[in-house]
């Protein structure tokens, strides 16, 4: 074996002073490159023509119909986008979509009672201090906020202005909740994820497969509960908009790639981008998911270490889903952290460590790949986190095994 080979192996080269300097490094490009945006702006315009915050516009667009009793006119796209040129003084901004169920219309009316830039600070620092505190309470160790906060998915979040800080926060919260025997609080957290609901799919298969029964009572519960304020603060109309809206965003966002197919790091999306059809896409993402679930059922039921079984869950809930954004990757955080604190804790096996720095880079590296080769590296990053998880769990179990024998013939 090659040098490059044993080190990628061993993981030696990934040292503590590396560590270090590789998130100083690329947290200072960050807010430099921030600062540089907004400093180029004009009117909270940027140079391409596009809001400061770019998604955001959307959420504030709809916060403010929200705010005048209109808050269906968020899921018909003429009226969206003319209330999104309104919020810059009728300057022809992108159009943005406005695609969350009618419980998250909370979230917008409140950034709508300031003024955008405000509003917009509001989003990005509040949802941005919830991840990393949560980063920091399930691993808390000096390093955790300076290699938390210079993930590379952070910066990639920030610049579209979207919410997932308030994913991972939500996800990781829930799993550390979970660890430490508040399961009903974890279900709650659980629950108000439903305002992302394609990253729910695999989570009823991790929860009944542990028989975690009060979470899954929770968050059914804070689900039911979200519905039916939401009905009684506006409406069965909004409900019915946002039902017809999901037919725009499952064919024109999705299916014919008006995001962009290097953005999304999904199997569908990918198979799109290669020239599936649709259908053959939806095949294999199916078979994807099926394959998540399974392998998510034997691990939750399993006796392996918990720090797996939350790892394999992040992992698992960006892969399932057919529409995943690079930003969304922000979630990967809390599978890498909750692997990292398992290999803290035990030792780290071959190729683990050098796994876990390709699965923090790569957000910074996916779509430019995807968009100049067709390689959705982001997707096999995640993929290969997944299996390795599975892995270690394995080998942990049979080094379990191992042991009790060596002491019985002991």
């Known amino acids: 074996m090659t040098a490059i080979g044993c080190a990628l192996r061993s993981g030696d080269w990934l040292t503590a002073t590396r560590i270090k300097s590789y998130s100083w490094i690329l947290l200072a490009f960050t807010i430099a490159a921030i600062a540089g945006w907004i400093a180029l702006s004009d009117g909270l315009i940027d140079r391409n023509g596009k809001p400061i915050g770019t998604d955001f516009s959307n959420v504030y667009a709809a916060g403010v119909l929200t705010l005048q009793g209109k808050a269906a006119d968020a899921y018909d796209p003429p009226l969206q986008h003319a209330m999104e040129k309104a919020v810059f003084d009728g300057r022809d901004v992108p159009f943005f979509g406005w695609h969350y169920p009618p419980f998250f219309f909370a979230i917008a009316a409140i950034t709508a009672l300031l003024p955008y830039a405000a509003g917009l600070a509001l989003w990005v620092v509040s949802s941005l201090a919830a991840y990393l505190a949560v980063m920091r309470a399930i691993l ?101 908009a946002f039902f017809q809206s999901m037919t725009f965003t499952q064919t024109v966002v999705l299916e014919q790639g008006g995001t962009g197919w290097e953005k999304i790091q999904s199997v569908f999306s990918a198979a ?42 992040a992992s698992a809930s960006l892969l399932a889903t057919p529409y995943v954004l690079d930003y969304d990757l922000v979630v990967l955080a809390v599978a890498i952290i909750f692997f990292v604190r398992h290999g803290l804790a035990n030792g780290f096996r071959d190729y683990e460590l050098s796994l876990l720095a390709a699965a923090w880079i790569v957000p910074l ?4 790949i995807a968009g100049l080769t067709t390689i959705p590296l982001g997707l096999v990053v995640m993929i290969c986190l997944f299996a390795l998880t599975l892995q270690r769990a394995l080998a942990d179990r049979a080094s379990e095994i191992d042991g009790h024998a060596r002491i019985a013939q002991a």
Do not use: C
């Open 365 to 368: 590296l996916s779509r430019s």
């Open 140 to 240: 808390p160790r000096p390093e955790t906020l300076l290699v938390a906060a210079a993930f590379p998915a952070v910066f990639v979040n920030i610049g579209h202005g979207q919410n997932a800080f308030f994913t991972a926060g939500l996800l990781g919260g829930a799993l550390l909740l979970m660890e430490r025997g508040r399961p009903w609080a974890a279900g709650v957290l659980i629950g108000l994820l439903a305002y992302k609901p394609q990253f729910g799919v695999l989570i009823p298969v991790a929860l009944i497969a542990g028989a975690r029964w009060p979470t899954v009572a929770a968050a059914a519960a804070t689900v039911v509960a979200l519905v039916a304020i939401s009905f009684a603060a506006l409406g069965g109309d909004v409900w019915h």
């Open 272 to 313: 799109r981008h290669w020239g599936a059809d649709v259908r053959s896409a939806y095949a294999l993402q199916t078979m994807l998911a099926l394959a998540l679930a399974a392998g998510l059922a034997w691990l939750w039921r399993s006796e392996a270490a918990f720090d797996l079984k939350a790892s394999a869950l």
